[in-house]
Nanobody, 116 residues
């Protein structure tokens, strides 16, 4: 059974930081493209950061320079370090695995609220 379990969300003030983690089980983690997405109320889910099995990383411009994605294949974990958070970063953040576009799984999400 595949599980992606996110943790680390919460309430943070603007300018603050949070670190999200996603622990995967039931997949060959090292072979998967791993990504973080987010979905704000009333908006479509969007890619926040992705990291390939070969550690090629991509970010949209909206988070570039503020967010950092990393992976630990030994721990089956992908992490998203979020700095300089803004109110517009408020969303539910989801972890996703993707094996060659064939097998894709989502976590249940962790809520991030940026507010003073």
């Amino acid at each position: 059974q595949v599980q992606l379990v996110e943790s680390g969300g919460g309430l943070v003030q603007p300018g603050g930081s949070l670190r999200l983690s996603c622990v995967a089980s039931g997949i060959t983690f090292s072979l998967n493209y791993m990504a973080w997405y987010r979905q704000a109320p009333g908006k479509q889910r969007e890619l926040v950061a992705g990291i390939s099995s070969g550690n090629v990383i991509n970010y949209p411009d909206s988070v570039k320079g503020r967010f950092t994605i990393s992976r630990d294949n030994a721990q089956n974990t992908v992490t998203l370090q979020m700095n300089s958070l803004k109110p517009e970063d408020t969303a539910v953040y989801y972890c996703r695995s993707d094996y060659r576009g064939i097998l894709r799984y989502w976590g249940q999400g962790t809520r991030v609220t940026v507010s003073s």
